[in-house]
């Protein structure tokens, strides 16, 4: 299956159901993004190689603000957009089958983790993947060890602080934490 056709299939569907052709096709991106990812992790580049090596893994091209602290890790690769000027901090993980949109300068801390995907809750089905995508609106700020849960979207200008689990929408300028996260202030309450 070409990858278009993947991509196509997994929105429209939302689901992937273990061992169907839509898995196998899905597990082969995954592995070739996996081996992509070993290669950056595992050695010593310039911002320019890191730049082009995650252009590689997610089959776009990059603008020269992008910036990627490694190790990297995506579990899919294909299904990830990464506005202008964003940074990405050491440690990161993006499960991003179900997609993963990155505004406009925006921020993610250290061991961030994007999850898009939930499994079956019947034992004998777990194999069924649901998925959701998550999208960042422009100039988010992700705080360090806080994990995206899926179909979330962080407003722009908006905070996840540190170590927050985000299970539901984060409004437009505001600051979010906790877990599950909960509204902390209004953005412009701490500009002053």
């Given at each position: 299956?070409?990858l278009?056709?993947?991509?196509?299939?997994?929105?429209?569907?939302?689901?992937i159901?273990?061992?169907?052709?839509?898995?196998?096709?899905?597990?082969?991106?995954?592995?070739?993004?996996?081996r992509l990812?070993?290669?950056?992790?595992?050695?010593?580049?310039?911002?320019?190689?890191?730049?082009?090596?995650?252009?590689d893994?997610?089959?776009?091209?990059?603008?020269?603000?992008?910036?990627?602290f490694?190790?990297f890790?995506?579990?899919?690769?294909?299904?990830?957009?990464?506005?202008?000027n964003v940074?990405?901090?050491s440690?990161?993980?993006?499960?991003?089958?179900?997609?993963?949109?990155?505004?406009d300068e925006?921020?993610?801390?250290?061991?961030?983790?994007?999850?898009?995907?939930?499994?079956?809750?019947?034992?004998?089905n777990?194999?069924?993947?649901?998925?959701?995508?998550?999208?960042?609106?422009?100039?988010?700020?992700?705080?360090?060890?806080?994990?995206?849960?899926?179909g979330?979207?962080?407003?722009?200008?908006?905070?996840?602080?540190?170590g927050?689990?985000?299970?539901?929408?984060?409004?437009?300028?505001?600051?979010?934490g906790?877990?599950p996260?909960k509204?902390?202030?209004?953005?412009?309450d701490?500009?002053?």
């Amino acid at each position: 299956m070409e990858l278009e056709e993947l991509l196509s299939k997994m929105a429209a569907e939302g689901v992937i159901r273990g061992g169907s052709e839509v898995n196998k096709a899905m597990v082969a991106v995954s592995n070739e993004t996996r081996r992509l990812c070993a290669i950056l992790n595992n050695g010593v580049y310039t911002d320019e190689e890191i730049r082009q090596q995650v252009s590689d893994i997610i089959g776009q091209e990059l603008d020269e603000g992008f910036s990627l602290f490694v190790p990297f890790t995506s579990d899919f690769g294909k299904n990830l957009k990464i506005g202008k000027n964003v940074f990405i901090n050491s440690g990161c993980r993006f499960q991003d089958q179900g997609q993963i949109i990155i505004g406009d300068e925006s921020l993610i801390g250290h061991n961030v983790v994007f999850a898009t995907i939930n499994h079956d809750y019947n034992p004998s089905n777990r194999g069924t993947m649901y998925l959701k995508p998550i999208e960042l609106k422009e100039r988010t700020w992700i705080g360090s060890h806080a994990t995206i849960l899926p179909g979330v979207t962080v407003g722009k200008n908006s905070v996840v602080a540190t170590g927050s689990v985000v299970t539901k929408d984060v409004p437009p300028d505001t600051i979010v934490g906790g877990n599950p996260a909960k509204f902390l202030a209004n953005l412009e309450d701490k500009m002053k």
